[in-house]
Every structure is written in C-alpha cells, then in structure tokens.
C-alpha cells in the first residue's frame, strides 16, 4: 500500500498556527481558524484568517491518508435521530471505467456503511433551519464566518456597496438558521461526509472559491489528484471539484473524500457517461440513478445537475460562436437530440430530489448553456436555462433540497451585472457560483486573469462563491502549480468582492499588512499575505540576506527612493515641529495654508455606486 | 563596443507581419499594424491588430542597437519651420551620478544635436491643433486607431456602455485633431524623439498601457533596460517609462530613446535627486530646471511632475497607513518640508510650461499623494492633489502644453468609480493615466492581478492609459519575465475595458479567436492570443506531438468528454434534421416546444449600468 499512497503537504503556514473556536449552544464544536503572528516590536495582536485547509496545516495532528480525517460530524448527525444505516451500494466494475489488474486504483482501506435518511424524513440543512433547529453546522458557521470578532464589544468600520446584501456586523447561529431557511445560503454537508468542516455559501457571508480537480482520459492519477486537494485547500479553497472523467472515477473520488475536510462536489453525469462506455446515447434515468446513489452514500456534498439543458433550447445555440462549452450541457444535448426527447434529467428531477433529500446532497443547478464567448454572451439559450433553474429551484425547496445556481462563463464587464440581476430575480435569491466571467477571450494561457476580474466584479454584485479558472483554461488539465496559482487569484478577487461589499471581517489583513509594509517588518507583510513562499522568494530574488529583510528599501527603488522610508522621515519631521506649530507658521504668508478643518471638508465622500 | 551592445529580442510574432498603412493628407505615412493570419482552411482574411513593438518585429527590417531606429518624423517637424537646431547641453559628471571609468555606461554613438522651438513659438501638437492643423502625426494616429477598419462599409456593431465617452465608428484625422485641440487626448512627441511612432492617449481611443522599466541602486544595467524596453513593446506596451534610479540615468536613457519606437516617459526628479547626492533637501528649483532641459534636448516625451504636492497637503498624509507611497511626492514632501516652503515645481510651474511648450513634452501631471493602501483610498491628501492638477491643467493648457493627469494607487472597487467622476470633473476631461488600481493588499507577488482588475473596471470607466504593475510590486524590481506578464495582464485589462467600452475594434480580435478555438484550429488560438508562446507551452505539457494540434479535444477533458467536439456532433445532427423538421417533431406533445419566434423575446438585453 505505501507504493500508492499520495503523499501530501503538510505542515503550518509561516507565522501562523491553528486554533479552534468552541461553540456555545453545542458542546464539542472546534471551528477552526488561522492566527498570523506579528513582530513583536509592532505590538499588534495577531490577525486571525478564516482557513479551509483542515488538519494539514495543524502541527498538533498527524494526519494519514490511508487513515483518513476524523469524522467530527459523525455524532452530530446520528443525534438527530433521523438516519439509518444500511448495506449501501456495493462497487462494480464499470463504476471504475471497466479497468482491472494494475490499472485499477486501490480502494481506500476503510469501508464505512452508509446513512440515510429514514423513511419520509428530510436530512437537509434547510430541513432542519425551517423547522427552527439550529444544528451544530449552523452554529459552527456561524463562529467561523466571525473569525473571533465580537462586534458587540468593537464598532466595525462598514465601508462598502453591498447592492442590497444583508451583510449583518456579526454573525450569530440565528442569522444563519434564518439564511439557509429562506434558501439564500446553503451548507453543503452530505450526512455520508461526516469529515468535512461545515461552511456556509451565501451572498450574506464571506464570498467563497472552489477548485476543480479530476483527471482526464489524458492525464493524471489518485495520488496526484489527493495532492491537489490538500494542495487547493491549503492555499484557500473553501469546496473542491471533483471532476475526473479518466478511468478510477470511484475509488478515486473515495481517497479524495475521506481526506478531505472541504465539501467535495461532482458532476454525477461523468461518471454515468463513463459507466456507458463513453456513448452518451447510451445515457438513461437508471444508469444516473444509479450513479447518483453511489456517489451519495460515497459522501458528495453537492451535485452538478444540468436539468436546465431542455430539448427546445437546444436550437439556440446553433448559431453561436462556440455552441456548447459545458462537459455535461453538451453530454445531455446530445442524448435529447438522439432521442428526440425532453432531458431526463429534467423530467425525473423530482426523483433527483428524493435521493438529494435523503442524504442531504446540495444541488448546484448546473449552467449547461453558458456562454463560451463574448460573442455569446447573455444570448437566449443562456437566459432560458435560467428560468428553468429558476422554475427547478422551487420544485428543490419543496422538497426541502438545497440549491444553488451555477453561472457563466464569458462576459464583457458591461454585461457582467445583468447576470447577477436577472439571477437574483428569477431563482429566489438561491447563492449564485459562477464560472470567472472571463472578460474577454483573447488571453488563453492568462484566463485564471481574464477571469478574476469578472470574478471580483460579480462576486462584488452578490454572488456567493466563484468557481475557479486556472491558467491551463481552455488548453489543458491543470497541474498541481496551475491549481495553486487559480486559487490565489480566486482568493484576491473573493477577498476584493468582500472588500468592496463593506464585509465588516475584510480590510483587517490588508490594513495589517500595509501596516507591515510601511513599517519594512517584511516577514510580517509576507506572512499576512496570501502567498508567504511566493513574496518571500520574489523579495530574495535581489535581496536575499537576512539583514535585508530589516532594511527599509527594497531593490525597486534602493535606500535613497523609497518613498516609505522617506515617509517616515517626513513623520519624524512633522512630529518634531508638531502640527500645530506647523500650521502657524504656515499661516505667516496666508494663502498656502489649508487649515485642518477644511481639510476635514474635503474627506472621504461616501462610497459611490458606479 | 561590442561587448556592451544590448541583445535585443527581434522577429516577427508567430503567424505575423507587419503591415504599413499609407496616409491620403500627407503622403510618405507608414502606418505600421500587425496581421495575424490563419489557416486557409478557416476561409478567413487576416486579423488586423494594434502593433506597438516597432520594427523589431519586421521581418524587413535590420536593426541596430549602436545605430538606433529611422528618425521617421524628423522630416515632418522641420517642415513645420518653427524649430530651430541648436547646440545643446553638454553631458556633465552629476547627469550620470558621478560614475566614472568602466562602471559609466558608454555614450550612446550617435550625438544629434537637439532642436527647440524658435523664439516664442509653441510647437506642440495641441498647438497645432486649436490652429486648425492637422499635422502628419493626427493622421498617423487615425489611420492607427482605424487598424484599418472602414466604417463606411462595413456596419460596426456596437454593444457596450461607455459611460458618455464619444468613441466613433471611424476615426478621421478632423476627429484626432478636435480630441487634442480640447485637452482630451494628447500625442505625446517630442520634437527631438523623431523616432517614436505617433501613438494617442484619450478616452474616446484605444485603452492604452504603459511599462515601467529602469534600474535602481541595487541592480540592473543598460543593457538589461534595453532589452526590457524591446520585450515590453513586443508584448504590447504602447509607452514606456524609465524610471531609472541608480547610475548612468543620462546614458541609459539615451540608448532607450534612440531605439524606443513608442514614446517615452521620465520623472525628472529622480535625476535631479541624483545631481545632489540624493539629498532630497539639496534639491532647487535651478537643478531640476537644468535637468528638464537635458532630457527635453534628449527626446523624453512626458515628463511626471508632481507639482500637486504642496505644502498645507502634506499634514493630511501623517496619519496615513502607508503615508506617501510615490517616489517623487515623498521627495517633494520632504524638501517643503525640511525648507518649509511651497513646492518649487509649483511656484515654478509656468516655467516648466515654458519649457515643454518649445520641445512638446507632455506633461503627466503626478499623483504624488495616491494612496497606497486600502486604508487610505480617495482620503482628503489624494483628492487635494487632484484638485491642485485640475487647476495646473488650465495653466499648462493657456501654454498650449499637452497634459495628462495620474492616478491611484490601491482603491477598493466600490470606490474607483468616484476616481474617475471626480477626475473627469475637475480636470477638464484631461486623460487619466491610472497605476491600477490594486484592489486589496493582501496580496504581494499577485500585485499584477489585484490591479488588473481595478485597471480593467477604470479603463472601463474612461480612463486614457493603465501603468501596469509587476509580480514584483512592492517586492523589488522587475526583471524582464516581469516585465513580460504585467503587460500582458494590462494588455487583458485594455482589451477589456475596450470591449465593455463597445469598442468597435476590440471584438473582432475575441470572435476570431473564439472561431478558432470552436473549429480546433489550435495553432490559429494560439497566434491570435496575447502570448502565444505561452498558449502553446501550455498545451504541449500534457499534448506536444504534432498530431495533437488538429485534435478535437485537449487533456482538459479528453476525447469523450470535449464539450466543444460535442457541440460539434449536434450541431450536424441539427442539420441533418432541419431545425424546421425538428420544430414540427417537437410540437407533438405541446409543451415541450418553445417556437423560435418566443425565443426571440428571451433574447440579450440592453447592456445595463451596474
């Protein structure tokens, strides 16, 4: 077994340690998050980071991929009371893609049988927020999105443009019992995944980033893909993809799981394909069924669902530029064409539901007709798919499923808030995860860019978690450094939206970094930043000894230039003259002084809606 | 000499070359643009897209570095007979900060003497312009802009929200020559810069970028500038600015312009500090004169001058986070300061209109006060200054100088748009010439991306020209792989403010490209792109044999999994039907039909202003 063990990265962040929040209503909650530690002589207290990358970074665990995390949700779900266990599903062969011998990923060593929902019984979040209970994953939400803040005893500085988000200044379980009631959050927490860390995607709440993983027929194998999604989370992935296509897709979606303390989401209908020897004519309900069981009891968090690919929207996407671009929107097209019939997918999803509901497995109502180009852009296929995910969303929440909305895509920045309106209007507010969007198609090899910055523009508009996009898009499976380099660009424009949305949490790092900055404590400014290996190497690239990283220059401007050490000259001048002294005598000559209360005039104005 | 020559990166882009558009007002106009060609079996003509890279990029064409490039408008500004050839400032010791022996750079070999303008003239282009002349370089920058596009025939489509700026269909010289007769847009070119290629920066034009280079005290040479200036045009930087710091400045900067195809930038100060030991309080009001006139005599096209630094502003930055983070404006506060007088470039401002008004050097009026962090973004310091620009426009334009004005900094999304209101307000609609801006600090080594976004939504906005920003911001200083990506970063952010913009040259490039990717034409994708090198690697990594770039599918999703090979399947399925059989099939059974004509009504609305 050791030959194929992934081996993973382990071990804390620079400056920066573990620590765990316990819970107030529930006993037993450890809600996890990250303390950077400053230099001493800044006298700063440490700032606290939210943190998706689970035990890997906690030097007090050892963790063992062969072992699996430790299923701390595992009590809580069996307290409801409302789950059974049962035989589950047992592996056959073509849920691997027909490979044997060698070519076959091992199984991961630990079998649990799965639970599910006893008979009638819904075992969702959103069940349980509208019944009025606040489960531990409410609660253990709720402390995380804090980050240890106590507004109550702290008056936050609200500085944004929310466009009519209810950001609240602090989060309590009630507020987060409330938003997943009304179906604008949702806390994708399979009953089977009892190692995943509850979080929260909501427009209301800290603007989340996933990343895919999954190899391809192509490329890539278990040991790689674990890596990547110890590697995603480390670096701040709060879910993770699953998308694999290539052979394995079971065992190796188990290794990933039972590792993995962030949800794991799929597209079910991969796998399906894959179970039909690649013929997607051979598709039926039953085949999908079958596959959606496996996976539910394996642990999938959340599902992509294409059920919005109808039969009579197909034709409106003959004339586009590049039709299709959606792995499943295409797979689904195709067999409606074939068959001459409407999707199955759409036709059975109320019985998609009954098994969603059973194991509480989030829908993440697939964008099958998103555009793939500008010229495409908001274009009829698009929006007609939205209205049926729209029209799908109800039929969800009557059965009591969660649901969020997927998105595109490519679109030009002037027709990027269109999108979000239009979503917000026709799907009942459900949290809308889009694709980037890309803001233009000509940058292949850049698209982790083109895209954030659409991503940070709608991300800004409300929505709730941004799909990442790396910079292999378009030209290949993304590597282990490809993975790493989409995720920080995710994080920058997730952080930017929560920066611009007045997110009472955000400005604390990039205040204490500047703080940092402005004080050459390098190794603090690389330590709070998002990428500490990263900044420290571009830094010792031309200045690498360690008395450099107390010298108040760098190599862009040298000792002479730079314009904070020159800055603090200037403080030190100011504070010696005082300002008051300086204020008159500057008023000897009259018309150069500007005196400080009409300084005060001229103020920060009130931030502008664009 | 030969062990000093720079080796500089020539030949023409993959699939390229370089075309010359002639002129009808005067002849003798070589308008240079490059043509992307794809392959035949595409049945499409050339794209035809903006090329700043200058002749190195000709296959026609023999550089060389020890000889510079043609002098292609020494010809037009003579004709004028309002210049006059004089003598010339000799170079002295302190130009090239005291260096001696075999660590001076050598002189570059050619020496011509400079040219001014004859007494009382102003030989500016937007003196020429309120005149009623339209001079060669306003038909060169038309013809440029057009990337050979006739509106007259073609109907453009124009889908954007441009936020009242007035770009047109066709742009003719009548309309260059209006821009910059009403300060909204300038051609910086200094008469004595005869070898820079007209190029236009305004609002109402193409979005353009600007690359930073120079050495500093701690690293870099002449040869290395060089080359980053070649390297940057190639990518796409339509100026350059040597923001050089350390030694040899007057040298270095002599090869940069004699071999710079685009215009070039200085922030004059920067040497002047030089000229005194780099004591900022030394500086005077006669040195920095003296060194307006030397790189004026040189060919600098702009000069960054921070005369909005004044005194009574500079107690509104002590309790800054990261109190003044500009070079120039940290310099200037310090001299007020330490002499506790008015800044000598604003007293002395009229002079130095005089002096840019008899080379035509345009001003780029300095942001010496931008914030450097979230924190301090649109505070009272930044817009004082900005005020103070919008009152030395006025003067700089009654001397018929050409300005531009600078702009932040780090400014939050919801706060940018206020930047370009307050600017477009207060400065007559002088072009803005941003740094970003950075939309969150927490990111250093990703400082490119944290800015292209806010670069992207201000180019959107209106701003004229984006300075781009380096992985290496705020870390040290840019080497040329640097260099590389943060063109290509703002190149994304130009091009996608362009499209939103509505543009109607920038879209072409987008469908093209997007045909390409559709049709698996992958050697056409990756000509097309910004970086075709790198689109290339990129795919090769997983799929390098030949065979593999006519293959309909990449190791993204494999053969079976190809969305877009898919779309291909169905799309001849939907004609093998006929979308009127498929039509009559469907509406068998009602509901299942939506008629194309209600489809209709579905389809893209208005692009709406978020």
Not at 234 to 256: C, E, F, K
Not at 452 to 461: E, H, L, R
Request: glycine fraction near 8%; charged fraction near 25%.
């Amino acid at each position: 077994m050791n030959i194929h063990t992934p081996k993973v990265t382990v071990g804390a962040l620079p400056a920066s340690r573990k620590i765990y929040k316990p819970g107030t209503l529930h006993t037993g909650l450890r809600v996890p998050m990250r303390e950077i530690s400053v230099h001493p002589s800044a006298g700063e207290p440490p700032v606290t980071v939210y943190d998706s990358s689970g035990p890997y970074t906690d030097a007090g665990v050892e963790t063992s991929i062969e072992r699996g995390l430790s299923r701390l949700r595992q009590e809580w779900v069996e307290a409801r009371g409302d789950v059974e266990r049962y035989e589950g599903r047992l592996i056959r062969p073509e849920d691997n893609g027909f490979v044997s011998g060698d070519r076959l990923t091992p199984e991961f060593p630990v079998r649990n049988q799965p639970l599910r929902a006893k008979a009638g019984r819904a075992v969702t979040q959103l069940a349980y927020a509208r019944a009025g209970i606040v489960t531990p994953e409410m609660e253990f939400v709720a402390i995380r999105e804090n980050l240890g803040r106590e507004a109550l005893r702290v008056r936050l500085e609200r500085d944004g443009e929310s466009f009519g988000a209810a950001i609240p200044d602090y989060v309590t379980p009630e507020f987060v019992r409330d938003e997943v009631a009304l179906g604008r959050a949702i806390i994708p927490a399979n009953i089977n995944h009892p190692e995943s860390e509850p979080m929260i995607i909501g427009r209301n709440f800290l603007v989340k980033i996933n990343a895919n993983i999954g190899n391809s027929a192509v490329t890539s194998s278990m040991a790689e893909e674990v890596e990547k999604m110890v590697w995603a989370i480390r670096w701040g992935a709060d879910t993770v993809m699953d998308l694999s296509t290539g052979r394995n897709i079971h065992n190796i979606r188990d290794w990933i799981i039972r590792n993995a303390p962030v949800p794991i989401g799929t597209v079910p209908l991969y796998q399906a394909l894959e179970k039909v020897g690649g013929v997607a004519e051979d598709l039926s309900w039953e085949v999908f069924r079958d596959t959606l069981v496996e996976q539910a009891e394996q642990g999938v968090d959340y599902f992509t669902i294409h059920a919005g690919v109808r039969l009579p929207y197909i034709p409106l996407t003959v004339d586009r530029v590049t039709g299709i671009v959606s792995r499943g929107g295409s797979i689904m097209a195709k067999w409606c064409l074939y068959h001459h019939r409407e999707s199955f997918l759409y036709e059975h999803f109320e019985e998609i539901c009954d098994i969603c509901r059973a194991y509480d497995v989030s829908f993440s109502l697939g964008d099958g007709l998103r555009p793939g180009s500008i010229a495409d852009a908001n274009d009829a296929a698009q929006f007609a798919e939205l209205e049926t995910l729209g029209e799908l969303t109800k039929i969800a929440w009557a059965k009591d499923c969660q649901v969020m909305i997927e998105g595109p895509g490519h679109v030009p920045m002037h027709k990027i808030k269109a999108n979000m309106d239009k979503q917000l209007a026709v799907c009942g507010e459900a949290p809308f995860y889009t694709l980037g969007p890309l803001t233009t198609d000509i940058a292949p090899g850049y698209d982790h860019i083109t895209s954030g910055i659409g991503a940070a523009m709608i991300g800004w508009f409300g929505t709730a978690m941004l799909c990442y996009v790396t910079p292999k898009e378009h030209l290949g499976l993304p590597d282990r450094n490809d993975v790493k380099i989409g995720v920080i660009t995710y994080k920058i424009a997730a952080h930017a939206a929560d920066l611009a949305k007045g997110h009472p949490a955000a400005k604390v790092r990039d205040d204490a970094l500047s703080r940092a900055r402005f004080e050459f404590r390098w190794e603090d400014q690389f330590n709070l930043s998002l990428d500490p290996d990263t900044a420290r190497a571009f830094h010792d690239e031309t200045l690498p000894k360690e008395a450099h990283k107390v010298a108040h220059f760098c190599s862009m401007c040298g000792p002479k230039f730079c314009s904070m050490r020159i800055s603090h000259d200037i403080r030190a001048e100011a504070q010696k003259e005082g300002l008051a002294a300086m204020a008159e005598k500057f008023r000897i000559g009259g018309e150069l002084y500007m005196p400080l209360d009409q300084a005060e005039v001229a103020e920060t104005e009130p931030a502008n809606r664009p």
